[in-house]
């Protein structure tokens, strides 16, 4: 929807309504489009919260560690070499 700067100012309410609803509307000044009124982005109520998800990382890493703890660089390049020999 296209709106003149007056309409928006004398009906701001309603357009912050049908900009929330889901309607874009242009703003003109003189004619010409200046700015554009949208509703904001809402949050993803579905998103995990960081503390479930640092949880979870950790449980994923601690069982992804493999049962051969390797010390030092060099010995994982020599235990890496001694598995194509």
């Known amino acids: 929807m296209n709106a003149d700067l ?3 100012s004398r009906d701001l309410d309603s357009m ?9 509307i242009v703003i ?8 554009r009124l949208v509703g904001a982005l809402v949050p993803d109520k579905s998103r995990v919260d ?3 998800w640092a949880a979870e990382l950790e449980t994923n890493a601690n ?10 660089p060099q010995a994982f390049w020599d235990a890496s070499r001694a598995d194509r020999f």
């Open 16 to 24: 912050v309504k049908r900009a929330s609803e889901g309607e874009e």
């Open 63 to 72: 069982a992804a560690i493999c049962s051969k703890a390797v010390a030092t």
């Open 28 to 35: 003109l000044v003189n004619g010409q489009p200046m700015a």
């Open 6 to 8: 007056a309409d928006v």
């Open 50 to 52: 960081r503390a479930t």
